[in-house]
């Protein structure tokens, strides 16, 4: 299949930012697509080669490209560094000066998807000192036959600049539309999505044999399941009226989450937002075999941090000191942890996300062998509110947040949030109860003790449905002079030069960020709000909701992606629950 057809689709692509006009490009090239490719179309446009998870970045440095275009085009790299300056983009920068050339020479053979894949991924998996060398050969044979718009995406897609935000979602309906005749069938992709987090692996699947293949789609060891979420509620009461008349509430620990994956002596682990952190935690992968009779096993556990001596649970924050690439095993040693295994999804070759709750806790109390590094989650079966607050107290005291309350005959629903899982803190029962989680869309200059670094910055919800960012508030509490630091480091890396065709805010930035960042922030209450977009005109018309006096807790989120954030129905659940408190404390 020639490159041309990804790279017209996605010139016209960067022309809109109408999701329903973005959908229709995808479906349209879907739609000439071969079944055996349509994974390398749907990886590459998203800039990626492989799914997230599998870590296979193409990441050459700018330096390199322009060395490569100069290499294959003849033109000096300092003139490639003006005309870069002046488009201030080096796609653009590569199709002006590959223009220049095609007008001056002969043209060359057509450039295929497969070619473009295959050299990527053989510049991704180059390392060692003469890789700049190759990736640069690579690089410029592959520019050397691209026509000017090729060129342009190739270079977007190397030095990962493809900042187009497609998300995963807006692919799905696409493949739906065009594998399925519907969008209608989407809910069939998503679920199979859920359970592989690989959309490449869906797209071949329903190109191939339709709806037919994702009837059988199966869960494997080694493809990350997109992990199941819990509503917030508020008081015992509301978990008897959502899960009936006995459910089990388990202790909430304010750790990691892991996803834990073994088969035979190979463990790996995934985050909560599927990143894989093998890494970060070594003593999980030496011990988990003394911890787990299985031949193959998909778990999941929190992982806490622990003071050995007294035996307390610490806060998240110390898990944080595991997130480094050198000197782990001092890390191991400084801050240790306990594994408390809370789910099980697959078993000796056997999906086990069918099973209902009951079954799955019973397997995993039998797969798993305690010890002092891995425990398996308290749990009690519950029938009153007496019962329910009593357990609270209980993880309360113990240093937990607070419960996980789950419906006996539930199954494993990945990837959602429903009511068969419910969380009950104990700040719940204050103002607005739990924190948010937003994503930093944008930022203002501080002034005083601020100036040179942001003084507030715009954050933003995640819509699922438009599959954009609207804002919620502007932060500017809660900040150290350290926290400051930090955000102007780690945000200098996200600046875009206008504001992403996702965010959505009344409210103009100093300076627009990519949607990646997402921290956490706590507010007194949600208020309509003329200048905030989220829920727009669903509760009054022309208003949307917004945070009143948001403030940041001090924890950056690393672990969730911008589509992990608190969603629009979420602040609106609060908006709403925050509602039938007024008016039952009125009626008193
Ligand atoms: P969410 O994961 O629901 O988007 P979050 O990451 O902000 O939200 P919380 O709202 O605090 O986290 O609650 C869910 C998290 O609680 C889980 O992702 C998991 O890491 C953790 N957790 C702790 N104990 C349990 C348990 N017994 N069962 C399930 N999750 C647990």
Same mark, same amino acid.
């Given at each position: ?38 994974? *390398? ?93 190759? #990736? ?8 050397? /036959? ?26 799905? /309906? ?34 191939? #044999? ?51 994956? !073994? ?20 003593? !999980? ?44 095993? *001092? ?18 070759? *056997? ?57 006996? /005959? ?28 937003? +994503? +930093? ?54 600046? !875009?030069?206008? #504001? ?50 948001? #403030?940041?807790?001090?924890? !950056? ?23 039938? +408190? ?7």
């Amino acid at each position: 299949m020639k490159f041309s057809l990804v790279a017209d689709t996605l010139g016209y692509m960067e022309g809109t930012t109408k999701r329903l006009e973005l959908t229709q490009h995808l479906v349209d090239l879907f739609k000439i697509t071969p079944a055996e490719i349509i994974p *390398k179309v749907v990886y590459l446009l998203q800039g990626k080669l492989r799914p997230d998870h599998e870590g296979v970045e193409v990441g050459v440095a700018e330096k390199i490209a322009v060395r490569a275009l100069s290499k294959s085009t003849g033109v000096p790299v300092s003139k490639i560094e003006h005309e870069y300056k002046k488009a201030g983009d080096l796609g653009q920068a590569t199709a002006i000066i590959l223009e220049q050339k095609t007008q001056t020479t002969f043209l060359k053979e057509d450039i295929t998807v497969e070619r473009v894949y295959d050299t990527l991924f053989k510049i991704a998996e180059l390392r060692g000192n003469r890789s700049q060398n190759m #990736k640069m050969k690579y690089i410029s044979s592959l520019l050397n /036959d691209a026509s000017p718009i090729e060129g342009r995406f190739i270079a977007k897609i190397i030095t990962a600049n493809l900042r187009l935000g497609i998300a995963d979602y807006t692919i799905l /309906d696409a493949l739906s539309i065009a594998y399925t005749g519907s969008k209608e069938n989407r809910p069939s992709l998503e679920h199979a999505y859920n359970v592989c987090s690989d959309l490449g692996r869906v797209s071949e699947a329903v190109a191939k #044999k339709g709806m037919e293949a994702l009837k059988h789609f199966q869960v494997s060891v080694f493809s990350p399941i997109r992990p199941m979420l819990a509503e917030r509620i508020k008081s015992p009461e509301e978990a008897r009226e959502k899960m009936g008349s006995e459910f089990a509430a388990e202790y909430k620990l304010d750790g990691e989450r892991v996803q834990i994956h !073994i088969q035979k002596e190979k463990t790996v682990l995934y985050s909560r937002s599927l990143e894989n952190i093998t890494s970060y935690y070594p003593d !999980i992968v030496e011990k988990i075999g003394k911890s787990i009779k299985a031949r193959d096993a998909i778990l999941e556990a929190e992982a806490v941090a622990i003071n050995e001596d007294t035996g307390e649970f610490l806060p998240f924050q110390e898990l944080m000191h595991r997130r480094r690439k050198y000197n782990i095993a *001092k890390a191991v040693q400084e801050y240790p942890i306990t594994v408390n295994f809370f789910d099980i999804m697959f078993l000796d070759g *056997k999906s086990c996300l069918d099973m209902s709750y009951s079954d799955r806790r019973r397997s995993l109390e039998n797969v798993v062998t305690e010890d002092a590094f891995a425990k398996v989650m308290p749990m009690t079966l519950v029938k009153t509110d007496d019962e329910v607050e009593d357990f609270l107290e209980n993880a309360i005291n113990s240093g937990c947040e607070g419960l996980m309350l789950k419906q006996l /005959d539930s199954s494993y629903r990945a990837g959602a949030r429903a009511s068969n899982w419910l969380k009950l803190k104990r700040e719940y029962r204050n103002e607005l109860g739990d924190s948010l989680d937003l +994503v +930093v869309v944008g930022a203002f200059y501080g002034r005083g003790r601020r100036t040179g670094r942001y003084g507030a910055l715009l954050l933003s919800v995640y819509d699922k449905e438009s599959d954009t960012y609207p804002s919620v508030c502007k932060v500017g509490t809660g900040f150290t002079d350290e926290s400051l630091d930090q955000f102007y480091q780690i945000l200098s890396d996200k600046i !875009i030069v206008k #504001k992403d065709s996702r965010t959505d805010s009344g409210l103009e930035a100093d300076v627009w960020f990519e949607p990646e960042v997402v921290i956490e922030v706590v507010a007194s209450e949600i208020t309509l709000s003329p200048i905030h977009k989220v829920a727009l005109g669903k509760i009054r018309k022309g208003s949307g909701l917004a945070l009143r006096f948001p #403030k940041f807790t001090g924890k !950056i989120r690393f672990e969730k992606t911008p589509e992990n954030a608190t969603s629009s129905s979420e602040v609106m659940a609060m908006y709403n629950g925050q509602k039938k +408190v007024v008016q039952n404390e009125k009626q008193f």
